[in-house]
C-alpha cells in the first residue's frame, strides 16, 4: 500500500488525470450546477474536491456521474473508425486484440479505442518486428496481420493492460492475486477480474 508521503507511480497518477478530467467534462455534459456537483461528489465519496480524492474515490465519483447518464470518452472530437463485429476475422487472436483493446479504452488505459488507433499500434508493433528482419514496412491494417503476427501483439497488449492494473490495485491498497504458486501475479483475466470487480468499468 502507497504511504501518502510517496509518489504514486506515474500511470496511476496519469489515470487519476483522466477521470478528473472526465468528471470535468460529465459535470459540463450533465449541465450540472455548482451546488448540486459538489452534492455529488461528497454523496459519492465525503469529498468535495476533486483533488483532494484518491484513485478508488475518483472512480466511485466517475461511476455515479455514468449513472446519471455521462457516457464518457476523451476523443469524442475525432472520427473514429469502430471495430468490426467479433468472429468476422480469419484469425482468432485478431479478435481478441480488438476485444482487450475496448477494455483497455474502458479502463482508460489508452484514450483512443478504435479500430483505427488500434491499426496505428499495430503498424508500429510489426514494423519493428520486421526492422529486426532487415524489412521496413510494418502491416497497415489489424485484419491484415498473420497469426505469428497476431499472437505478438496480443500478448503485447496483455502484458501492456496488465501492467497498467497491477499498478491501479496496488495503489488502491488491495492486496494483489497471485499464481497457485504465490510466486508472481496471477494470470492476465485474474487480474482484469480482480480490477473490474472493484466497480469500475
Given at each position: 500500500m502507497l504511504k501518502t508521503n510517496q509518489k504514486a507511480p506515474a500511470p496511476v497518477a496519469l489515470h487519476k488525470k483522466r477521470l478528473i478530467t472526465l468528471i470535468n467534462v460529465a459535470k459540463g455534459s450533465l449541465r450540472l450546477d455548482e451546488a448540486i456537483y459538489r452534492g455529488m461528489l461528497k454523496h459519492a465519496t465525503g469529498k468535495e474536491s476533486l483533488r483532494a480524492m484518491n484513485l478508488p474515490e475518483l472512480e466511485q465519483a466517475l461511476e455515479v456521474f455514468k449513472q446519471k447518464g455521462f457516457k464518457p470518452t476523451l476523443n469524442s472530437h475525432k472520427k473514429r473508425r469502430l471495430s468490426p463485429a467479433a468472429g468476422s476475422s480469419k484469425v482468432a487472436s485478431i479478435d481478441k486484440i480488438r476485444a482487450i483493446w475496448i477494455t483497455m479504452g474502458h479502463h482508460l488505459?489508452?484514450?483512443?479505442?478504435?479500430?483505427?488507433?488500434?491499426?496505428?499500434?499495430?503498424?508500429?508493433?510489426?514494423?519493428?518486428?520486421?526492422?529486426?528482419?532487415?524489412?521496413?514496412?510494418?502491416?497497415?491494417?489489424?485484419?491484415?496481420?498473420?497469426?505469428?503476427?497476431?499472437?505478438?501483439?496480443?500478448?503485447?497488449?496483455?502484458?501492456?493492460?496488465?501492467?497498467?492494473?497491477?499498478?491501479?490495485?496496488?495503489?488502491?491498497?488491495?492486496?494483489?492475486?497471485m499464481n497457485e504458486k504465490g510466486t508472481q501475479p496471477a494470470a492476465y483475466e485474474s487480474i482484469v477480474a480482480q480490477y473490474e470487480g472493484h466497480g469500475y468499468e
Open positions: 488505459v489508452i484514450q483512443d479505442n478504435s479500430e483505427s488507433a488500434l491499426d496505428a499500434y499495430v503498424r508500429r508493433m510489426t514494423l519493428r518486428s520486421h526492422i529486426t528482419n532487415n524489412q521496413t514496412q510494418g502491416v497497415d491494417a489489424t485484419a491484415w496481420m498473420t497469426e505469428p503476427q497476431a499472437y505478438k501483439v496480443l500478448e503485447s497488449l496483455k502484458n501492456w493492460h496488465k501492467r497498467v492494473l497491477i499498478e491501479r490495485i496496488i495503489a488502491r491498497g488491495e492486496r494483489l492475486k
